[in-house]
C-alpha cells in the first residue's frame, strides 16, 4: 500500500530529477549554447518512407529506317518539278511541309534529291514527336514540269501486346496503355508518358518493342514486362549518435500488386538491437504503408503511419522519446517523360512528439507537441542533352489547429511544449536541388544543397531544420547543429573504376567532399546562440555492384570526415553504410 507520504516523496524525488535534468543540459550544453536534446525520436526519423513512384533511369528508343532509299544511279538523273502534292501532311507540321516542295521546285534536282527530301521530312516529323510517322513516295510517273506525289502516312498504335505480362500487372497495364491505341497524331512525348507510367508499376522492369501492324500505318507495340511480387532490402550503417547504439540495421519488404491494381504495400524496421523488442528501445523506429493509384494518369494515393522511439543511453539525465506521424499524401506526375518530370504532392501530417525524464522509478513528462500540417510540394528533374541531371524541389508546409493539434493556447499550466515561442501553428518553407555532372569520362561531379525559412517563428522540434547527417555536413552526428531555418550545400568530386570482385562486376568510386552551412533560432534561450555556422570536409569510398538483374543491387559506403563550427567542439567522424536491394 502507498502512503500519502510516500506518493509526496516519489513526487518530489521526480521535481527534483527533472530540475537536475534541466541544470544539466544548460551547463553541459556546447559552447554553442544549443540545449536541445539531438536524440529526440522526431530528430532521427526519416520524413518519408514510400519507395520511389517513378525509375528515372530508363529509356524508350523507337528505331527503324526513315523514308525511302533512292534506286542506284538516281543521283545521275536530273528532273524539274512544277509542284509537289503532300496528302495527308500535319497541320502541325506546316513549316516543314513547305519546306519540301521550296527545295524539289527551285530548278533542275536529281532524282536522288527526292528521296533525300522524303527522308528529311520524315526526321523533321520525328524529331517534331511524330516518331510513328511515315513519310512514302506512291508510286507514280513523273516527267519533267510533272507534279510529285507524296503521301503521310500518320501512323498510330494499332494494338498494344501485353500476352507476356503476368495476370497480376496486366490489368494495371492494359490501363495505362489503352489511351494509346488508335489514337492519330500520336506524339514522342504522348507514348512515353504512358509507357514509362506503366513502367512505374510496382515491381515491374518494363521492356517493350515495335513492330508492323496489319493496317496502313499501323504499329504493334509490345510489353515484356519483368515483375517481382516481393522486393525489399536490408542494410545497416553507423549514422546515429553513440548513445542510441553502436550500429543502425535497417530492412523493408514491399508487395507489388497483390490485387492486380499496381498497388504496393511497405514496412520498414530499423534501429539498434539494443532491447528492440522491449519497452524503453534504445533506438527504433517502424513505419508501415500502401501506395494506391487512381486511374491511368499516374495520379495515386499514398498512406503511411511511423512509430518512433528512442532511449539514450544517458545516465545523469536518462530520458525516454516517442514520435508518431500519420500520413496522407496525394501525387501526380503533371509531366512524366524520359527527359523532364515534374510531380507536385499535397499530404496531411498529423504527429505526436514527446519526451519524458525517467526518475524515480517513473516519468516526468518534459515536453508534448501534437502537429496537423498541410504540406503543398513539387520537384522537377532534367536530364540534360550531355547527361548531366538536375532536381530541384519545394515544400510548403503550414500548421493548422485542426484534427487534436495542440497549440499554445492549449497548453495552459500544462505540460509545455519542446520550444519556447513555438507553436502547433506555424509556416515554412523547405527547398532543396541536385545536381550532377561528368567532368570527364571517370570524374563525377555532384552538388546537393537544401534550405529552410520559418518566416521569423520559432518552430517545434519535430519541424526544425538540420545540417548533420549522411551525405551532408557528415563530420557532426545526427541531430547536432539545428535550427529554425538554415541552409547547406555539399560538393562531392568522384572518380568512377570498373573493376570486378570475384565474377561480380563492380563500381569503385573514391571521392572527396566539402560541404558549409548556417542554422538561426527564433527566440533563443539563455543557452542558446541565434546564429551558428559549420562546414564539413573529407574522403570517401562508394562501392555499387553491376549486376544485370533489374532488381538486385548492392551499395557500400565507407567516409571520414571533419566537422568545424564557429562556436563548439569540433568533430573527426568515420561512417560505414551498406545496402542489399533484392
Known sequence: MVTGNSRRKSVAARLISAALFVIAAGLGAPQIGYAQDTT???????????????????????????????????????????????????PQMAEA???????????????????????????????????LARIVLPQQSLRDGGVLRVAVVDGFVETVDTTAAPPEIQKRIDRLTAPLVNRKGITLRQLERQLLLAGDTAGVALGSALGQGNLPGGTVLTLEPEYKKITGFVGFDNNITDSLGNFNLSAGVEFNSPFGFGETFYARASGSPSDYFGSDPQYRVLAGGFILPIGGDGLALNGEITSSDTTPDDVLSPTRSNFDRQSLRLIY???RSRQVNVTTQFSIDRQHDSQDLIAGGGTTPIYDDKITALRLSGSLSYIHDDGAFSDVGAVLSRGVDALGARTLDDVGAGTPLSRQGADA??????????????????????????????????????????????????????????GDSGWLIRAEVAHNTKTTFGETPVLLSPYAFVAVGGVSIEQPTVVERDNEGAHSFGVGLDLFSQTES???????????????????????????SGNFRF
Open 425 to 482: 501553428k506555424f509556416t515554412k518553407l523547405s527547398l532543396s536541388g541536385y545536381h550532377q555532372r561528368s567532368l570527364s569520362d571517370s570524374i563525377v561531379l555532384s552538388i546537393t544543397g537544401r534550405a529552410q525559412m520559418s518566416f521569423g517563428d520559432p518552430l517545434l522540434t519535430s519541424e526544425q531544420f538540420g545540417l548533420s547527417g549522411a551525405r551532408e555536413l557528415s563530420g557532426f552526428e545526427p541531430g547536432e547543429l539545428r
Open 40 to 90: 529526440t525520436a522526431s530528430s532521427v526519423t526519416p520524413e518519408n518512407f514510400a519507395p520511389p513512384l517513378q525509375k528515372l533511369n530508363g529509356a524508350i528508343v523507337f528505331s527503324g529506317a526513315t523514308g525511302s532509299q533512292a534506286p542506284a544511279g538516281a543521283e545521275k538523273i536530273g528532273i524539274t518539278l512544277s509542284d509537289v502534292n503532300l496528302q495527308g501532311g500535319l
Open 550 to 576: 533489374r532488381f538486385r543491387a548492392s551499395s557500400l559506403r565507407v567516409e571520414v570526415a571533419r566537422g568545424e563550427r564557429d562556436n563548439g567542439s569540433d568533430n573527426t567522424r568515420f561512417s560505414i
Open 333 to 335: 506526375p503533371f509531366v
Open 97 to 131: 511541309n513547305a519546306r519540301l516542295s521550296e527545295k524539289l521546285t527551285n530548278g533542275r534536282v536529281a532524282v536522288s534529291d527526292l528521296f533525300n527530301e522524303v527522308a528529311a521530312l520524315e526526321e523533321a516529323y520525328a524529331n517534331a514527336g511524330y516518331v
